[in-house]
């Protein structure tokens, strides 16, 4: 892939499907890759991703490399 795809909505459905089989007693990780961002990473978090992948949501001209982890980890924390 490269940097700065769009998201696609459909992937949470299959996230939600892996998360089924995970609880199965499979033991796998889930990581989503391609077009994570802090408006939508609570919703791939919450369909069951383990982990994510947000180079663009973090290197971008939008913001600072701190204000755009801030953003991020202030969205995740609001999860709890």
């Given at each position: 892939?490269?940097?700065?795809?769009?998201?696609?909505?459909?992937?949470?459905?299959?996230?939600?499907?892996?998360?089924?089989?995970?609880?199965?007693?499979?033991?796998?990780k889930i990581q989503v890759d391609?077009?994570?961002?802090?408006?939508?990473?609570?919703?791939?978090?919450?369909?069951?991703?383990?982990?994510?992948?947000?180079?663009?949501?973090?290197?971008?001209?939008?913001?600072?490399?701190?204000?755009?982890?801030?953003?991020?980890?202030?969205?995740?924390?609001?999860?709890?």
């Amino acid at each position: 892939g490269y940097g700065g795809q769009k998201f696609i909505s459909d992937s949470l459905t299959k996230i939600e499907d892996l998360k089924k089989l995970k609880a199965q007693n499979s033991e796998f990780k889930i990581q989503v890759d391609g077009g994570i961002k802090a408006e939508n990473i609570i919703q791939v978090l919450q369909a069951g991703a383990d982990s994510v992948v947000a180079g663009s949501a973090i290197f971008n001209s939008n913001a600072t490399v701190s204000k755009n982890m801030e953003t991020i980890i202030s969205n995740i924390k609001s999860m709890e």
